[in-house]
């Protein structure tokens, strides 16, 4: 399944200088929380409701060197994937700006998302607009 990490772009230029993308959750619960394209709009919606300056990274999950855990730390059923360590930016595909609806909630991603799930993560639509650059385009 393929899966995306919510960061701002602030914290993605970050990563690019230092290779590798260290989130705050992985000093505070050892993971980088990240959600699948079905998912990640809700986890917006719900923790990101009203941020601009975000974006998506779009993870290869082959090219992480880190390893990937699907749980609930929550303790519910839906499994979310989680990074046991750094997202190497060699391991992000795409980075894709995801900013907020009028209203603050990002249910416009959803369509583009869903294509992108149902093909693998393997191509980004090209309806969905990239941030190019060393790290953010296919492969």
């Known amino acids: 399944m393929p899966f995306v990490h919510i960061t701002g772009a602030d914290a993605w230029a970050a990563a690019k200088r230092l290779g590798r993308c260290e989130a705050p959750s992985l000093v505070k ?66 980075v894709l700006p995801f900013e907020p609806a009028a209203d603050g909630t990002f249910g416009h991603h959803a369509p583009h998302l869903a294509a992108w799930e149902e093909d693998g993560g393997a191509v980004v639509p090209p309806s969905v607009p990239r941030i190019t650059g060393r790290g953010r385009g296919p492969g």
């Open 29 to 94: 619960q050892g993971c980088i929380h990240c959600s699948g394209a079905g998912q990640v709009v809700r986890v917006a919606d719900n923790l990101f409701r009203g941020q601009s300056g975000l974006v998506l990274l779009c993870v290869n999950i082959a090219k992480l060197t880190a390893p990937v855990v699907y749980e609930n730390l929550d303790g519910g059923a839906e499994l979310f994937p989680h990074v046991d360590g750094p997202i190497d930016v060699d391991a992000v595909k795409a």
